[in-house]
């Protein structure tokens, strides 16, 4: 706690007294206090603090005369209140824009959480081992229906065609498809690429099997 320092929140310890039955408002919710010539929030809560409508949450940000600071986003913090402990705010013009450097400690204590999400798309050159292998069932899920009659008239062991699903698939289904997100599409076509792998090796070991078994009865039989 710096001197001068005015508390707020539901504590009868605070200097701006909330009324105890705002129940989401923290005991001891923010803190204000003059930094050089500039007026700062700091808050301390669960719930966090909106101000302009943009949330504060376990930050300290520099204020304005006129600002909307709605505590817990539902209880309006009064500027007569403010005003009352610190009147050079009312002086300050409502578009002043405080700069790093006309206040250092702002570079030190206003530290915004926002990030921009970067757009990420998916691979769409990504060889696809489910379409490779599995391309009538595949495209059934994958927003390629027509994948089935292809097998019918095209016939499913062509491995033109095989090579075809697998160079294009993914492409198609990420065009052909709505998906949750990048991560979800991935992650649908990486478990088909594990079933489609996982049948193929089954196929070749019941393959082996067959072929032993013929080979010991035409034994047997000659």
């Known amino acids: 706690m710096t001197n001068n320092e005015i508390l707020i929140g539901r504590d009868n310890s605070c200097h701006i007294r909330i009324n105890p039955e705002c129940r989401y408002c923290s005991g001891i919710h923010g803190a204000l206090y003059m930094s050089g010539n500039t007026l700062m929030y700091r808050d301390q809560s669960r719930n966090g603090t909106t101000i302009n409508n943009n949330m504060v949450r376990q930050q300290t940000v520099p204020i304005k005369y006129g600002d909307t600071i709605m505590l817990a986003g539902q209880y309006r913090l009064d500027w007569n209140t403010i005003c009352s402990y610190f009147p050079q705010a ?5 578009h002043t824009i405080i700069k790093p450097q006309d206040n250092p400690q702002y570079q030190q204590e206003y530290r915004p959480e ?26 059934l899920f994958n927003g390629c229906w027509w994948a ?4 019918i008239f ?12 697998g160079v294009f698939g993914t492409r198609l289904a990420w065009q052909n498809c709505k998906w949750d997100s990048v991560d979800d599409f991935e992650q649908t076509q990486h478990t ?5 792998v996982g049948l193929f090796v089954a196929s070749i070991f019941v393959g082996i099997v067959i072929l032993m078994l013929l080979g010991s009865i035409l034994s047997s039989i000659f």
């Open 90 to 94: 009312q002086q300050m013009p409502a």
């Open 114 to 139: 926002y990030r921009p999400e970067e757009k990420r798309t998916p691979d769409l050159h990504k060889f696809n081992w489910g379409a490779f292998f599995l391309y009538p069932v595949w495209g």
């Open 148 to 151: 089935f009659l292809v097998a």
């Open 154 to 165: 095209c016939c499913w062991a062509s491995i033109l065609i095989n090579i075809l699903f």
């Open 192 to 196: 088909w690429a594990q079933w489609g």
